[in-house]
C-alpha cells in the first residue's frame, strides 16, 4: 500500500491561488486513477479532480472546472493541485488518494488531509 502525504494548504483570499503536493512513498504512483477530494466543514467528503494513468487524462467536478488542474511529476512521484480563483465555498480540508474508484469516494489510500481556508 502506498503511503501518501499531502502539504501546501493554508489561508488565502478570495481569488488568490495555492498549489497541494500530494507525494508517495512506498510504491510508485503508477495508477490507475489518482485523485484530489475534499471535505467542507459539516460536510461529506466530495469528489475534486483525478487523473488516470498513464494516459494523463484529467476530470473534474464542475464546482472546479476551468479553475484547477490536476497534474502528476513522474519523476518527483508526485501529485499536484494548482487551484486558481480560490472562492470562500471551496475551504475544506483537502485530501489526496491513490487507487481511486471512478465514481465513488472510494480510494485504496489517502493522505492525511491538508487545510484550505479562503476568506472572502
Known amino acids: 500500500q502506498v503511503q501518501l502525504v499531502e502539504s501546501g494548504g493554508g489561508l488565502v483570499q478570495a481569488g488568490g491561488s495555492l498549489t497541494l503536493s500530494c507525494t508517495a512513498s512506498?510504491?510508485?504512483?503508477?495508477?490507475?486513477?489518482l485523485g484530489w477530494f475534499r471535505q467542507p466543514p459539516g460536510k461529506d467528503r466530495e469528489f475534486v479532480a483525478h487523473i488516470q494513468l498513464p494516459s494523463g487524462v484529467p476530470f473534474y467536478s464542475d464546482s472546479v472546472k476551468g479553475r484547477f488542474t490536476i497534474s502528476t511529476d513522474k519523476a518527483k512521484n508526485t501529485l499536484y493541485l494548482q487551484m486558481n480563483s480560490l472562492k470562500p465555498e471551496d475551504t475544506a480540508v483537502y485530501y489526496c488518494?491513490?487507487?481511486?474508484?471512478?465514481?465513488?469516494?472510494?480510494?485504496?489510500?489517502w493522505g492525511q488531509g491538508t487545510q484550505v481556508t479562503v476568506s472572502s
Open positions: 488518494a491513490a487507487d481511486v474508484v471512478l465514481g465513488q469516494v472510494v480510494a485504496g489510500s
Open positions: 512506498g510504491r510508485t504512483f503508477s495508477g490507475p486513477v
